[in-house]
């Protein structure tokens, strides 16, 4: 089945060009459902469900971060990528706190685009070629300096892709709590916390609870 996609930018030729791009795409198959030039539009457009929302932050006010959320609160499950001219830590940094799924420059190549979709698509988040969540430190720093943004990089973006239920059910993984004690403090059922355990691991690309220990904690995700 398609992926249901709209497209949001002010300016015409750049949605057109967007859409030439996805429609030869192939994996995973794109259907363009909607293209806006203004956030009226837009507005109208997610009035009802789509997969994917392909959008330029400065279609709203305050670069769009709040939008991003509310979209979000009103449908959980779509993804959004940002496609922008605004490459600063600050701004991208924010979408992602609000909750986009990806980040894309408008200068980037187009096969960034597709990696981006195709990335979201399965879950997992994106941040592409030449961005960045901290700011970039002098150069004249050391590399240690560098490597110490790079883990925070690393581990800001594992942490997003967790939803806040998967939070709550990791910790308690983490503290050695088997399903059943699980289901009981969260007051949901053992199926329940079997299904999200599953999730999480296989977000993080993780066959087994052991691995999912030492991966959440290497990484200092709880």
């Known amino acids: 089945m398609a992926t249901r996609a709209v497209i949001a930018d002010h300016q015409k030729m750049f949605t057109e060009g967007i859409q030439a791009i996805l429609t030869e795409m192939q994996f995973p198959p794109i259907k363009i459902v909607g293209v806006a030039h203004s956030l009226d539009e837009l507005n109208k457009m997610?009035?009802?469900?789509?997969?994917?929302?392909?959008?330029e932050l400065a279609l709203t006010d305050q670069h769009g971060a709040t939008y991003i959320s509310e979209l979000k609160v009103m449908w959980p499950d779509i993804k959004i990528i940002i496609l922008s001219n605004y490459g600063e830590a600050n701004i991208v940094?924010?979408?992602?706190?609000?909750?986009?799924?990806?980040?894309?420059?408008?200068?980037?190549?187009?096969?960034?685009?597709l990696q981006c979709?195709?990335?979201?698509?399965?879950?997992?988040?994106?941040?592409?070629?030449?961005?960045?969540?901290?700011?970039?430190?002098?150069?004249?720093k050391k590399s240690s300096?560098?490597?110490?943004?790079?883990?925070?990089e690393d581990r800001y973006l594992l942490k997003q892709k967790l939803?806040?239920?998967e939070k709550e059910i990791l910790t308690m993984i983490v503290q050695y709590k088997n399903n059943k004690t699980?289901?009981?403090?969260?007051?949901?059922?053992?199926?329940?916390v079997s299904a999200h355990r599953k999730?999480?691991?296989?977000?993080?690309?993780?066959?087994?609870?052991?691995?999912?220990?030492?991966?959440?904690?290497?990484?200092?995700?709880?």
Request: aromatic share 10%; glycine share 4%; no cysteine.
């Open 93 to 113: 940094r924010e979408a992602f706190i609000q909750g986009a799924d990806g980040y894309v420059l408008k200068s980037n190549h187009s096969l960034e685009l």
């Open 145 to 152: 300096q560098r490597e110490k943004r790079k883990i925070f």
């Open 163 to 165: 939803t806040k239920r």
């Open 182 to 192: 699980i289901a009981e403090e969260l007051f949901i059922s053992d199926q329940t």
């Open 199 to 222: 999730r999480i691991m296989k977000k993080f690309g993780i066959n087994n609870t052991v691995k999912l220990i030492k991966f959440s904690l290497d990484h200092q995700l709880v």
């Open 46 to 55: 997610t009035e009802f469900p789509i997969d994917l929302l392909i959008m």
């Open 117 to 140: 979709i195709e990335f979201v698509m399965e879950g997992r988040t994106y941040l592409a070629e030449g961005l960045r969540l901290a700011p970039e430190y002098d150069k004249q």
